[in-house]
């Protein structure tokens, strides 16, 4: 059995469990643990809630927490998710707004609210320089002698 099966057999025999739980219990290294949960929630394998303490606690998705939607959005979530695949993240950020503009379904318009956050987060460009670090005044001495005249 690989990692993803582990946790997914350990949160059906225990749902409500804690990333923390489960990494324990499956025993999932730590560094993997909350990337492979975010993956599962993603997929909607595992339907995630606060918990206590602001915890998030897993269960594993069941038929009805997938919400019943229209041609054209699934259409777009299939192409949004190929995109995060490939990491062409603003790409798929767009799509996931065609997503959610294609469906009245509420709880599919959250989880493309989510998922396209997700992707603007990741698409966006480094900073290549923190504000207030500049230098704002530079002195050059053979420049400087101009100022005699």
């Not at 025999?13 to 949960?37: E, F, H, M, W």
């Not at 993956?39 to 606060?50: I, K, N, Q, S």
């Amino acid at each position: 059995m690989n990692i993803r099966e582990n946790a997914i057999e350990f949160i059906s025999k225990n749902p409500g469990s804690t990333a923390r739980q489960i990494a324990c219990g499956a025993d999932i290294p730590g560094r993997v643990i909350l990337s492979l949960l975010n993956e599962l929630f993603l997929t909607d394998v595992v339907v995630r809630a606060r918990g206590g303490r602001s915890a998030l606690a897993y269960r594993i998705a069941e038929p009805s927490d997938i919400p019943a939607v229209n041609d054209e959005y699934e259409k777009h979530r299939v192409m949004a998710i190929g995109l995060e695949q490939k990491k062409l993240w603003r790409r798929a950020a767009g799509v996931w707004a065609l997503a959610m503009d294609s469906t009245r379904n509420e709880t599919a318009r959250a989880n493309a609210i989510e998922r396209r956050k997700r992707c603007i987060t990741h698409g966006r460009m480094p900073r290549l320089y923190s504000e207030g670090s500049s230098i704002s005044v530079a002195s050059v001495p053979e420049l400087d002698n101009w100022r005699d005249f």
